[in-house]
């Protein structure tokens, strides 16, 4: 077996006894369900933040590559605007539609999937275009998503979407978006990163850290009980990210056919792949922090893990296997 195989069987073997472990420990009492709200607040706030600022930081742009990351927010949005369609003839529940909307919209393109898969597909060069791709996904996460949640988490919701996105971005909790922001800035302006970030090896420190308690604090609130109740949301959220997902994909690609900057090689096959891998951990730690159903969003996550890694992961494998 290749050390990248065997790399990603260990995370893969790591992110599940995460999983169960936090499952197991709060089946026999040991920690409190409340505990994995907490630690979901601190990753998706403080620890993706820092992820994000530091890989920015260390990727150097190009003419044409911002297209990358301008058409992975696009699809984000497109996504999200679709998600809500369907959400709301799926569930006439005003919290799940929101919590559907955010998953179909949300896609698993960083380190703990789409990133490692275009790793183990393209090398190198697919991880650095994967975290291209994902440049501008904290932004959007602040200025749509949380605003998103905060709405639909509320029965009574006061004021405005846009009134909303406004005032959350003086919450504490869209930390995130300033810290992108200084991090595109940093790299645009050629400002060097300080070398012990590399040699240290921060970010493999954070991102094997950060991964592990994730899933630690999803396995606290996860209850397989509401697996029933809710196939109607898993075969649908299935069809949105796997489905729906390709297809706006492949329509974001195809325009850029009319650009200066058409894709092609990897960039297309980045692009791709990553526009339908499962939903995100990011949307069980914003389910966490606004309390928009955080059990189902566990369930939705996994769920759609589970889907993907089965049945779509290797058709994945026999389209851009090399």
């Not at 820092?50 to 003419?63: C, E, I, K, N």
């Not at 094997?208 to 899933?215: G, H, N, R, S």
């Not at 990011?282 to 890694?309: D, H, K, Q, W």
């Given at each position: 077996?290749?050390?990248v195989?065997?790399?990603?069987?260990?995370?893969a073997?790591?992110?599940?006894?995460a999983?169960?472990?936090?499952?197991?420990?709060?089946?026999?009492?040991?920690?409190?369900e409340?505990?994995?709200e907490?630690?979901?607040?601190?990753?998706?706030?403080f620890g993706y933040s820092?992820?994000?600022f530091?890989?920015?930081?260390g990727?150097?742009?190009?003419?044409?590559?911002?297209?990358?990351?301008?058409l992975?927010a696009?699809h984000v949005?497109?996504m999200?605007?679709?998600?809500?369609?369907?959400?709301?003839?799926?569930t006439?529940?005003r919290a799940e539609?929101?919590l559907f909307?955010i998953?179909g919209g949300?896609?698993?393109?960083g380190?703990?999937?789409?990133?490692?898969v275009l790793?183990?597909l393209?090398g190198?060069p697919?991880?650095?275009?994967?975290?291209?791709y994902?440049l501008?996904?904290?932004p959007?996460?602040?200025?749509?998503?949380?605003?998103?949640?905060r709405?639909?988490?509320s029965?009574n919701?006061?004021?405005?979407?846009?009134?909303?996105?406004?005032?959350?971005l003086l919450?504490w909790r869209?930390?995130g978006?300033?810290?992108?922001v200084?991090?595109?800035?940093?790299?645009v302006?050629?400002v060097p990163?300080?070398?012990?970030?590399a040699?240290?090896r921060?970010?493999?420190?954070?991102?094997?850290?950060?991964?592990?308690?994730a899933?630690?604090?999803?396995?606290?609130r996860l209850r397989f009980?509401r697996?029933?109740?809710?196939l109607?949301l898993?075969?649908g959220?299935?069809?949105v990210r796997f489905?729906?997902?390709?297809l706006v994909?492949l329509?974001?690609?195809?325009l850029t056919?009319l650009?200066?900057?058409?894709?092609?090689g990897?960039?297309?096959d980045?692009?791709i792949v990553?526009?339908?891998?499962?939903?995100?951990?990011?949307?069980v730690?914003?389910?966490?922090?606004f309390?928009l159903r955080p059990?189902?969003?566990s369930?939705?996550f996994?769920?759609n893990?589970?889907a993907?890694?089965v049945?779509?992961?290797?058709?994945?494998?026999?389209?851009?296997?090399?």
């Amino acid at each position: 077996m290749s050390p990248v195989i065997t790399r990603f069987v260990l995370t893969a073997a790591v992110i599940v006894a995460a999983l169960l472990g936090g499952y197991v420990c709060r089946r026999l009492g040991w920690l409190s369900e409340k505990l994995g709200e907490r630690l979901m607040t601190f990753v998706g706030v403080f620890g993706y933040s820092s992820v994000a600022f530091l890989s920015v930081w260390g990727t150097r742009l190009q003419a044409g590559d911002f297209l990358l990351p301008v058409l992975g927010a696009v699809h984000v949005v497109v996504m999200i605007a679709l998600s809500l369609g369907v959400g709301r003839w799926i569930t006439a529940d005003r919290a799940e539609q929101g919590l559907f909307a955010i998953a179909g919209g949300t896609g698993n393109n960083g380190f703990t999937m789409g990133a490692f898969v275009l790793y183990l597909l393209c090398g190198e060069p697919g991880m650095g275009l994967s975290n291209l791709y994902i440049l501008l996904f904290m932004p959007v996460a602040v200025l749509v998503m949380f605003p998103l949640a905060r709405h639909y988490a509320s029965e009574n919701p006061s004021g405005s979407l846009w009134g909303l996105m406004r005032r959350n971005l003086l919450d504490w909790r869209s930390i995130g978006l300033p810290m992108a922001v200084a991090g595109i800035l940093l790299s645009v302006c050629r400002v060097p990163r300080p070398p012990q970030v590399a040699s240290w090896r921060v970010l493999d420190l954070l991102v094997y850290t950060l991964t592990p308690v994730a899933f630690f604090a999803i396995g606290l609130r996860l209850r397989f009980s509401r697996v029933a109740p809710m196939l109607r949301l898993l075969v649908g959220l299935a069809a949105v990210r796997f489905a729906l997902g390709l297809l706006v994909g492949l329509a974001l690609a195809a325009l850029t056919q009319l650009t200066p900057w058409p894709f092609t090689g990897a960039r297309r096959d980045v692009f791709i792949v990553q526009s339908f891998v499962p939903t995100s951990v990011t949307m069980v730690a914003i389910a966490n922090m606004f309390g928009l159903r955080p059990a189902e969003a566990s369930v939705l996550f996994v769920g759609n893990t589970v889907a993907y890694l089965v049945a779509v992961l290797p058709l994945v494998w026999l389209a851009y296997g090399r």
